[in-house]
Nanobody
Framework: QVQLVESGGDSVQAGGSLRLSCAAS???????????MGWFRQAPGKEREAVAT????????HYTEAVKGRFTISRDDAKKMLYLQMNSLSPEDTAMYYC???????????????????WGQGTQVTVSS
């Protein structure tokens, strides 16, 4: 069973930076590199939304418009890690951030939560003005 564990969430002031990490385990054939991965976020009272996705072996990335130019998604397949570098944070970025794993390799644009099979427990990011 695939397990995802996020870390790196914190409380920061506007303009600050954070780096989220997600450790993946449980891939039967040690083939983490073969799957689309994503970061989602959910603010209180709002739906969970995709922030960034990255295709197998880091071949393609996609970002929601609100974070383009500020966030960078990356992966280290040898370590089975997923990262989200977040710069120029604003209060609008405050949310619980989730790591998600798909069961296919190529991430299409505008993926939704139902397109991902595995989820972490989330890590809280709070940005104060």
């Amino acid at each position: 069973q695939v397990q995802l564990v996020e870390s790196g969430g914190d409380s920061v002031q506007a303009g600050g930076s954070l780096r989220l990490s997600c450790a993946a385990s449980g891939y039967t054939y040690n083939n983490y590199r073969d799957y689309c991965m994503g970061w989602f976020r959910q603010a209180p009272g709002k739906e969970r939304e995709a922030v960034a996705t990255i295709s197998q072996e880091g071949g393609r990335t996609h970002y929601t418009e609100a974070v383009k130019g500020r966030f960078t998604i990356s992966r280290d397949d040898a370590k089975k890690m997923l990262y989200l570098q977040m710069n120029s944070l604003s209060p609008e970025d405050t949310a619980m951030y989730y790591c998600a794993a798909a069961t296919y390799g190529y991430c299409l644009d505008f993926l939704r939560p139902r397109d991902f099979a595995y989820w972490g427990q989330g890590t809280q990011v709070t940005v104060s003005s």
